[in-house]
């Protein structure tokens, strides 16, 4: 949450600057701002409440000068969403702004401590605290920018990624990082900073990942330097991005959010290359067969995520135990945490995360290591924090992913848990020939099947124009479709605001049947299964309370095309590998009422793509 971007080169930085903090709108568009510092020591300071696009209005008729500067995109902790807590905050003296996302936990004991001080706060945040508190040291040790950050940075309790600049030292941008991501790009007699590589893939591909600790000085026309927090050299390790900017490009859609539905036959291409061939049933990742032992005695798989993620771990729990015969339990990061769990040296942890910096979920993997555990990653976000921090891992490999609703991460999440679990049965031996040809002859085949897949949107937008203005909706399966249905609805609910519940089709009979009426429809998940008849019948109770019920049925269903009131058909496709395709037209439906309904389905209200708070 929050975004941080800042330049220093001999380009005037308040475009690269706009530019960067619309790239990393997603984690925040509460307010915005940017503070650009000139070569003789003005400093230049725009805020605004509201988007980046509020922000760049309100610049257009202000002095932009300043080749060096840093920003922000807000999404509110401490203190309402205004222009006076928006950042870039400054020192009382005005000679400090700084820019941070993250949390300073015991910013009210430091704040006490410097109103004792005579320092007065014009804003609530816990951010002002700490410029104040940089500025504090910086007067009493007579030192210089850099010393009084690393020296402040030990007196904060918390989790922050920091850009600081000094009027005295136009020259220079410190930034340091704990906990929040911070990525600095390389280029020629010129620095990029920023929360993630987005606003910096256009004008460089050499990057260095900041480390927990860590503080980079970034001095206009010398090479990059890093240090820890006792003040030692660190090494520098400069990395190459594989994104290109078009990834980050509506592309001619309306949306980010329906460009990246539209994506899916590609990501998924890219998410299983290499890890299945044309032919055979092998899977191949090296994030388990370099750790074959671990897997073979593992004696439990432990499955943390948050939100979306948490939906493809359920998917993944059954997955893994149909194929690798491992027990799997499936928490939330945020519930694990704090629940003293029971985690021994036998078990597994794979976290999943899209964005790799979901601040409960790397809580969780650091307490599932601290007790042993080996933990494995299913992230999206190349040299996350959480890729970091996992002992192995396998990334999905579906591009940067902008709309704030997930899409198309949640199903290269579940096809990498669908490889990963008949890697493991592979280790295992627990996975039975033919039912893994079959299995990884449909993966294979899973980009195709998502194509026609899509050409149910101009269907599926006109059935929206009847859900358009419903308060609230069910949305029902069963066995692996049964966390389609809750991701179905928070898909809707994250971005229409309209209600909706997930619940397992056979439940609905204890309880939620009693909210039946004309009023509440309900989307039933019924691809042609194991348990088609039961659905059927639990069709059949909606249906006999007035009810109204769009059915996603396998192509050909004539039964359910007969009770249904609309049907939405996918190609047939065996059951574990179904709730990916089944995503497809729940996302188009959430979509295309969304839409509708005239709501911002890439910035919906209160959200954020990535979560660094708890
Ligand atoms: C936020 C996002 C969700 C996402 C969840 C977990 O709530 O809005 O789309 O599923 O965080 O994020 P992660 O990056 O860990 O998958």
Known sequence: MCGIVGYIGSRPAYEILIKGLHRLEYRGYDSAGVAMLTDDGRLNIYKSHGKVADLENFCNAQDLDGCAGIAHTRWATHGEPNDINAHPHLSRSGRIALVHNGTIENYTVLKEALEQQGYEFKSETDTEVLVQLIEYVMLTNGCQLVDAVREALHQVIGAYAIAVVDTQEPDTIVAARKSSPLVIGVGDGETFLASDATPIVEYTDKVVYLNDGEIAIITRGKPLKIITADNESAEIDIQTLKMSVSQLEKGGFPHFMLKEIFEQPRTIRDCVRGRIGNSGSRVTLSGVIEHADVFRRAKRIIIVACGTSWHAGLIGKRLIEEYARIPVVVEYASEFRYSNPIVTPDDVVIAISQSGETADTLAAIKLAKERGAFVYGVCNVVGSSIARATDSGTYIHVGPEIGVASTKAFTGQVTVLTMFALAVGQVRDTLDREVAAKVVCSIRKLPELIKQTLKLNDKIEKLSDTYTYVHNFL??????????????????????????????????????????????????IAPKDDLHEKIISNIQQVKARGGSVIAVVTKGDTTIAEIADHIIEIPDVPESISPVIVSIPLQLLAYHIAVKKGCNVDMPRNLAKSVTVE
């Open 475 to 524: 949305y029902l399966g069963r066995g692996y479709n049964f966390p389609s249905a809750l991701e179905g609805a928070l898909k809707l609910k994250e971005i229409s605001y309209i209600h909706a519940e997930g619940y397992p089709a056979a439940e609905m009979k204890h309880g939620p049947i009693a909210l039946i009426d004309h009023e509440l429809p309900t989307v039933v």
